[in-house]
């Protein structure tokens, strides 16, 4: 169920009453304490979704600082990991428990996302920052088994999916009030599946081009020498170069081409070559398909057909066909000789 909340204050003294109905937006949530930056205005303007498992906030702050110490972490138990997308204005997050430079963040509207967890305590200072804030449980983040501490030190680079998941979000936002539960559920799970492919993406290391190039090179040559394996899966080849499927995925997203499709066109080639060879007159086409990594026959022809423009009988008929006809051209010459 979807729980829209929503509060639009500024502030101009330090008035604890007014920091605290901010506060209870999140009530029973997670606990932090909002004070005034300096002596100065301060605003704050918050709208925050709670849904199952996410939790989704579009806050506006300035001069506001907001602390969440160690008794508030043992209050709660909130442990989730948010990543903050920073739109406007500039911020910096503190860390105290941290030692080297990962114990601060910079929020910058053109830098990296920031990505914490709500069982470390913080501090947040803000000039004119807007930010996009999304949270989930790290239980239900477990399965992606996500390096934090290093997803914590470096953050997420201003991908287009980190921008429209910040796009996404604000449009939620807006439109909380006319959205019916399906819609809801539909916002949630497009929200967090946002969440999940950023987070996994980040998890693929910056390396140069030529280092990718590399390393794709060697995971393609390994395709190709198991290529008759029917179990050639990203689950199956990731550990074998000690990196997670999604890595791999993205290897070839990077190139402009995914996993499965290079792995169809190269058991294709493969049977290509046998049947056009002369050791594929005395094996049928399914055992050529079975040993080029194929279990489905109608599948390997279709795909075959496809590519090819012949089906795969039509593929070896040809080159017999061509094969006698270059023996026959033969004969009339050993025969001068």
């Known amino acids: 169920m979807l729980m829209p ?4 204050l500024s502030l ?6 007014d920091f605290d109905r901010i506060r209870s937006l999140v009530q029973g949530n997670i606990l932090f304490d909002l004070d005034p ?6 605003h704050i303007e918050i709208g925050a979704l709670m849904f199952p498992d996410l939790l989704v906030t579009d806050v506006a702050l300035d001069n506001v600082m907001a602390t969440r110490r160690p008794d508030h972490i043992a209050a709660d138990g909130n442990d989730d990991v948010t990543l903050n997308i920073p739109l406007q204005g500039s911020g910096l997050m ?5 030692t080297g430079p990962s114990g601060a963040f910079a929020l910058e509207p053109d830098g990296r996302a920031l990505v914490m967890t709500n069982d470390e305590p913080y501090r947040g200072t803000c000039s004119h920052v807007r930010s996009i804030v999304i949270s989930m449980p790290q239980a239900v983040l477990a399965p992606l088994s996500l390096d934090l501490d290093r997803l914590r030190a470096e953050g997420v680079a201003r991908t287009a999916a980190v921008t429209l998941l910040a796009d ?4 939620v936002c807006r439109q ?4 019916a539960p399906n819609l809801s559920r539909l916002a949630s799970a497009n929200m967090q599946s946002m969440l999940r492919m950023i987070l996994q993406d980040a998890e693929t290391p910056e390396v140069d081009t030529a280092r990718q190039n590399i390393r794709l090179d060697t995971i393609k040559e390994d395709i190709r020498a198991n290529l008759s394996f029917p179990m050639l899966t990203l689950d199956w080849l990731a ?11 993205n290897l070839f997203y ?8 290079f792995v169809l066109l190269a058991r294709l080639d493969m049977a290509r070559r046998i049947l056009e060879s002369q050791f594929a007159e005395t094996r049928s086409i399914s055992e050529v398909a079975l040993s080029s990594g194929f279990n489905d026959i109608s599948y390997f022809n279709n795909s075959f057909k496809k590519l090819y423009g012949h089906t795969p009988k039509r593929v070896r008929e040809l080159a017999v066909a061509r094969r006698s006809a270059l023996h026959a051209t033969d004969e009339p010459e050993q025969e001068a000789e």
Request: aromatic letters at 6%; a positive charge.
């Open 5 to 8: 909340m929503s509060g639009r």
């Open 12 to 17: 101009r003294s330090m008035d604890r009453q």
């Open 37 to 42: 930056q300096t002596d100065g205005p301060a």
């Open 94 to 98: 503190t860390f105290p428990q941290r």
């Open 168 to 171: 996404y979000a604000q449009l």
């Open 176 to 179: 909380v009030d006319a959205l």
């Open 239 to 249: 550990p074998r170069h000690n990196l997670k499927p999604r890595q791999i995925q």
């Open 254 to 261: 990077g190139q402009g081409e995914s996993f499965s499709r």
